[in-house]
């Protein structure tokens, strides 16, 4: 740096966080800071809106290295060794390094990676019938088509915790026939034999900080029960390959993967194993996507894949945009694999040292979510471990607590999804057969679900009334009064009714609350919302029901806002219900369904 530019630097003193803090104190006027800027997420986890060479920062040791040689992974379902081969292929010339092969029948390992080049390729399986003949046919196949052993990457999951977790049982024998999967993988170091997948829990509503917890758990156990076959512990972490899911709180969701290597090498010291390297990869989650304005998955799977890539994973899987609704297309799934591609080589995550390493904000967070961890860890290890937990439904329990939280904020819109509570797309007509039907949870297993399904059973409904009235009910937004406020109000009622999948038209201006309330009851709307100030509601909100509803007796009526003062007057009156920003989506509409559904009855 030139003389010139210190001398300029050094005409800024330094600012000192107390002096921010009292800076942003005065701003607040008297506000909460707690309340206003500190992130208090589910995790339990307060994250501050500032950090400097002040804070005290706890520095995790083994949070991972950023991937040069990132695996892009691509999920291949097999319905046949030639069906495999060739999508496989296709993926491998589309720019795919990693192949993730879904295999429920038996098929020919030479039929189906032929053509593959395993010295390059990385290919994984996840088996669910005849795995160990499979693996068996398999380890012959590699050991004559690599040039050598430890060329051969990648992962066998058979399964063992995601499908107990899922169905509630365990397969007989699984633990002898992995053990006998990991002695045929001998020699192949670079092939990772045993998987625990966590990609359940967070995908059934679990947080981040369960997420690393259970699955540590999950190890703890395979390592106990692999123990009573002679597989000793150095074998198992040399052996081992870990899968979480993906998802939307970016810099939590990078500081988990950040934790989780950290946490894994502090398990292995107390197995007395220090000297190993196993294989974390990273799949977008099912939690996070929607039905409803599907292409908005595009943009989550996107960020997710980010903050996975630097949270130190080795592999990433994204599924295609419309998996959750359809046979993924050509179109999708070459989509779902250019995420990675693009950002690896494109914006270079896969080619730099890791930009995020030694930032106060995010090793913080990983020290926050690995205490929290190790600390429920701890507590399911002390009461009996994974197994036990589960089978007496304290993980069940808990993540399920932790889901309704996450459900309610949704409703609430606090907890933001575009397209479905936020920012719907009008334009979108979807097929009843696509959305949610219901269905009674079983408390025994986890379910991985998306996050949007109550939203999505709201849709069904609409789409229900359209099929019954024919036609698609319409909501008008009545504006009268002080114009910044009603162009404000419309605006909000557009965004939170058409949750409903209705039509909602735009903004209809009325020169006084007397014409408003009569154009709007002799309109041919199902549902009016009232879109006016405070002070406008306080002089003519109740003159307004009244006229509507001596007009119309049978239509919605909802106001935006929360006239709290004269509400009772209003309901009274024959005002059905207001939104504003408290209200209860999911609530909120039910209501306004149930009262359309009564008049088309009638």
Same mark, same amino acid.
């Given at each position: 740096m030139s003389t010139k530019n210190n001398t300029l630097f050094s005409e800024f003193s330094p600012v000192t966080k107390e002096a921010w803090l009292e800076k942003v104190n005065?701003?607040?006027?008297?506000?909460?800071?707690?309340?206003?800027?500190?992130?208090?997420?589910?995790?339990?986890?307060?994250?501050?809106?500032?950090?400097?060479?002040?804070?005290?920062?706890?520095?995790?040791?083994?949070?991972?290295?950023?991937?040069?040689?990132?695996?892009n992974y691509r999920s291949v379902v097999v319905t046949s060794a030639e069906n495999g081969n060739a999508l496989a292929q296709k993926a491998v010339v589309e720019g795919i390094n990693g192949l993730v092969f879904q295999?429920?029948?038996k098929v020919s390992a030479s039929a189906l990676l032929k053509d593959i080049d395993l010295n390059t390729i990385t290919v994984s399986f996840v088996l669910s019938e005849?795995?160990?003949?499979?693996?068996?046919?398999?380890?012959?196949?590699?050991?004559?088509?690599?040039?050598?052993?430890?060329?051969?990457?990648?992962?066998?999951?058979?399964?063992?915790?995601?499908?107990?977790?899922?169905?509630?049982?365990?397969e007989v024998n699984m633990f002898e026939t992995l053990a006998k999967v990991i002695s045929l993988g001998t020699g192949f170091l670079n092939f990772k034999t045993v998987t625990i997948s966590g990609t359940t829990f967070l995908d059934s509503? =679990? $947080?981040? +900080?369960?997420?690393?917890? %259970?699955?540590?758990?999950?190890?703890?156990? *395979?390592?106990?029960?692999l123990g009573a076959q002679d597989i000793s512990a150095e074998t198992v972490f040399n052996s081992l390959h870990i899968q979480l899911a993906i998802g939307s709180e970016y810099f939590v969701e990078m500081s988990k993967y950040r934790a989780l290597n950290s946490l894994v090498h502090k398990v292995a010291e107390t197995y007395g194993v220090s000297n190993f390297k196993f294989a974390l990869t990273a799949k977008t989650s099912?939690?996070?996507?929607?039905?409803?304005?599907?292409?908005?998955?595009?943009?989550?799977?996107?960020t997710e894949a980010m903050s996975a890539i630097l949270g130190n994973v080795d592999g990433i899987l994204v599924d295609a945009y419309d998996k959750e609704f359809n046979n993924p297309s050509d179109f999708s799934s070459r989509i779902s694999g250019n995420i990675t591609t693009i950002?690896?080589?494109?914006?270079y995550f896969g080619?730099? =040292? $890791?930009? +995020?390493?030694?930032?106060? %904000?995010?090793?913080?967070?990983?020290?926050? *979510?690995?205490t929290k961890a190790l600390e429920l860890f701890k507590a399911i290890e002390a009461d009996g471990g994974f197994f036990t937990a589960f089978e007496n439904e304290t993980i069940q329990q808990q993540i399920a607590e932790i889901r309704q939280k996450k459900i309610k904020l949704i409703s609430q819109r606090r907890l933001p999804m575009v397209g479905v509570n936020k920012y719907p797309n009008l334009m979108e007509k979807l097929d009843p057969k696509v959305l949610f039907t219901g269905g009674e949870p079983n408390s025994k297993v986890l379910t991985p679900r998306?996050?949007?399904?109550?939203?999505?059973?709201?849709?069904?409904?609409?789409?229900?009334?359209?099929?019954?009235?024919?036609?698609?009910?319409?909501?008008?937004?009545?504006?009268?009064g002080n114009l910044t406020m009603r162009k404000a109000r419309a605006a909000f009622a557009y965004d939170f009714i058409g949750v409903s999948g209705f039509e909602v038209l735009q903004e209809k201006s009325y020169e006084s609350a007397e014409q408003a309330a009569e154009a709007s009851a002799k309109s041919d709307s199902n549902v009016v919302v009232i879109c006016s100030s405070d002070p406008d509601y306080d002089e003519h909100a109740l003159a307004y029901v009244k006229t509507f509803r001596a007009l119309n007796s049978e239509k919605v009526l909802l106001l935006a806002g929360n006239p709290v003062s004269i509400l009772d007057d209003l309901i009274k009156a024959g005002l059905d219900d207001c939104i504003h920003m408290k209200s209860d989506v999911i609530h909120t509409i039910s209501g306004v369904q149930s009262k359309i559904q009564k008049h088309i009855k009638k």
């Amino acid at each position: 740096m030139s003389t010139k530019n210190n001398t300029l630097f050094s005409e800024f003193s330094p600012v000192t966080k107390e002096a921010w803090l009292e800076k942003v104190n005065i701003d607040l006027k008297g506000g909460d800071f707690n309340k206003r800027l500190v992130w208090k997420n589910l995790n339990g986890i307060d994250i501050q809106p500032l950090y400097n060479t002040e804070d005290t920062i706890d520095y995790l040791k083994n949070t991972g290295e950023n991937a040069q040689a990132l695996v892009n992974y691509r999920s291949v379902v097999v319905t046949s060794a030639e069906n495999g081969n060739a999508l496989a292929q296709k993926a491998v010339v589309e720019g795919i390094n990693g192949l993730v092969f879904q295999i429920k029948s038996k098929v020919s390992a030479s039929a189906l990676l032929k053509d593959i080049d395993l010295n390059t390729i990385t290919v994984s399986f996840v088996l669910s019938e005849n795995a160990l003949d499979f693996v068996t046919d398999f380890f012959s196949y590699a050991e004559k088509n690599v040039s050598n052993k430890s060329n051969l990457k990648g992962y066998l999951d058979l399964g063992v915790i995601s499908n107990y977790v899922t169905t509630g049982s365990l397969e007989v024998n699984m633990f002898e026939t992995l053990a006998k999967v990991i002695s045929l993988g001998t020699g192949f170091l670079n092939f990772k034999t045993v998987t625990i997948s966590g990609t359940t829990f967070l995908d059934s509503g =679990a $947080n981040q +900080v369960q997420e690393v917890a %259970y699955t540590l758990n999950a190890l703890v156990y *395979v390592i106990e029960e692999l123990g009573a076959q002679d597989i000793s512990a150095e074998t198992v972490f040399n052996s081992l390959h870990i899968q979480l899911a993906i998802g939307s709180e970016y810099f939590v969701e990078m500081s988990k993967y950040r934790a989780l290597n950290s946490l894994v090498h502090k398990v292995a010291e107390t197995y007395g194993v220090s000297n190993f390297k196993f294989a974390l990869t990273a799949k977008t989650s099912i939690w996070t996507k929607s039905v409803t304005d599907a292409h908005a998955n595009m943009l989550r799977s996107t960020t997710e894949a980010m903050s996975a890539i630097l949270g130190n994973v080795d592999g990433i899987l994204v599924d295609a945009y419309d998996k959750e609704f359809n046979n993924p297309s050509d179109f999708s799934s070459r989509i779902s694999g250019n995420i990675t591609t693009i950002l690896r080589e494109e914006s270079y995550f896969g080619k730099v =040292a $890791n930009p +995020v390493d030694g930032s106060y %904000y995010v090793e913080e967070v990983s020290s926050k *979510v690995a205490t929290k961890a190790l600390e429920l860890f701890k507590a399911i290890e002390a009461d009996g471990g994974f197994f036990t937990a589960f089978e007496n439904e304290t993980i069940q329990q808990q993540i399920a607590e932790i889901r309704q939280k996450k459900i309610k904020l949704i409703s609430q819109r606090r907890l933001p999804m575009v397209g479905v509570n936020k920012y719907p797309n009008l334009m979108e007509k979807l097929d009843p057969k696509v959305l949610f039907t219901g269905g009674e949870p079983n408390s025994k297993v986890l379910t991985p679900r998306r996050a949007s399904l109550e939203i999505e059973a709201l849709r069904k409904v609409s789409e229900d009334i359209v099929a019954e009235a024919g036609k698609r009910p319409v909501v008008e937004l009545a504006s009268f009064g002080n114009l910044t406020m009603r162009k404000a109000r419309a605006a909000f009622a557009y965004d939170f009714i058409g949750v409903s999948g209705f039509e909602v038209l735009q903004e209809k201006s009325y020169e006084s609350a007397e014409q408003a309330a009569e154009a709007s009851a002799k309109s041919d709307s199902n549902v009016v919302v009232i879109c006016s100030s405070d002070p406008d509601y306080d002089e003519h909100a109740l003159a307004y029901v009244k006229t509507f509803r001596a007009l119309n007796s049978e239509k919605v009526l909802l106001l935006a806002g929360n006239p709290v003062s004269i509400l009772d007057d209003l309901i009274k009156a024959g005002l059905d219900d207001c939104i504003h920003m408290k209200s209860d989506v999911i609530h909120t509409i039910s209501g306004v369904q149930s009262k359309i559904q009564k008049h088309i009855k009638k």
